[in-house]
């Protein structure tokens, strides 16, 4: 994962948010712009990077260490500052 201060950034960030929501490989790609094999791909190296083995524990990892992906959480607004 891609972790910045404690943040997953960037793409990751917006791929887990979106498998954290339910949404299939294919439409969190068709939503982002990219390939589904792209999505595929960083999911992997998330999950290596986590040194987890399934997506679950992905999910479980990412929302032990990167709380601001918690799904009860709304995703903050883009151009706005979130305080809280």
């Known amino acids: 994962m891609e972790a910045h201060g404690g943040h997953a950034g960037g793409l990751d960030s917006q ?4 498998l954290l929501d339910g949404y299939t490989d294919t439409t969190v790609a068709l939503r982002l712009g990219v390939g589904r094999r792209t999505v595929q791909r960083r999911i992997r190296q998330m999950m290596d990077t ?7 524990q992905l999910g479980w990892h990412a929302r032990e260490h990167f709380p601001l992906l918690d799904p009860c959480r709304p995703a903050p607004t883009p151009g706005r500052n979130v305080q809280g």
Do not use: E, F, H, Q
Request: proline content about 0%; overall charge positive.
């Open 15 to 18: 791929i887990l948010r979106m």
């Open 50 to 56: 986590a040194g987890v083995n399934t997506r679950i």
